[in-house]
């Protein structure tokens, strides 16, 4: 496993394509694929999940989603932690933490990249942009 070995892990995150990435600035950011056939966008993947393409080009994440699931996780953690998955505006999806009480964590909240790489778990941290709308209906 990697949590014992952080060179490894260091190396590891740096090299494939659409992995997460510090860049040359202060801010990190994630980067992802997007299929040059037919414009899918995706997050680690070796060919297009829609036309099977190979041809894909990496770009980068302006930060900016929406949370599509969140669950609270208890084990193998000191503490409650949340568990999400993030539509990014691009249109990938991304699994990572959102900043904040675990069960105040809903679908629909819109959230921005905090941290593309928690020192920890080495997955994107983000935190809420805004009150999160709630439908009362």
Same mark, same amino acid.
């Given at each position: 496993? $990697?949590?014992?070995?952080?060179?490894?892990?260091?190396?590891?995150?740096?090299?494939?394509?659409?992995?997460?990435?510090?860049?040359?600035?202060? %801010?990190?950011?994630?980067?992802?694929?997007?299929? %040059? !056939?037919?414009? %899918?966008?995706? $997050?680690?993947?070796?060919?297009?999940?829609?036309?099977?393409?190979?041809?894909?080009?990496?770009?980068?994440?302006?930060?900016?989603?929406?949370?599509?699931?969140?669950?609270?996780?208890?084990?193998? %953690?000191?503490?409650?932690?949340?568990?999400?998955?993030?539509?990014?505006?691009?249109?990938?999806?991304?699994?990572?933490?959102?900043?904040?009480?675990?069960?105040?964590?809903?679908?629909?909240?819109?959230?921005?990249?905090?941290?593309?790489?928690?020192?920890?778990?080495?997955?994107?941290?983000?935190?809420?942009?805004?009150?999160? $709308?709630?439908? !009362?209906?």
């Amino acid at each position: 496993m $990697y949590h014992h070995s952080g060179s490894a892990v260091q190396q590891a995150a740096g090299s494939p394509a659409g992995v997460l990435d510090r860049g040359t600035t202060d %801010t990190e950011a994630i980067h992802f694929q997007r299929c %040059t !056939w037919c414009g %899918t966008a995706m $997050y680690h993947r070796l060919l297009c999940p829609v036309c099977q393409g190979s041809d894909l080009r990496t770009e980068r994440s302006e930060g900016t989603g929406t949370v599509r699931h969140s669950t609270v996780v208890h084990r193998n %953690t000191p503490s409650a932690r949340n568990v999400s998955l993030i539509e990014m505006a691009e249109g990938f999806v991304v699994r990572g933490r959102v900043m904040g009480p675990p069960i105040g964590i809903h679908s629909g909240d819109r959230v921005r990249l905090s941290t593309a790489k928690d020192p920890v778990r080495g997955e994107p941290v983000f935190q809420l942009v805004d009150e999160p $709308y709630r439908a !009362w209906h």
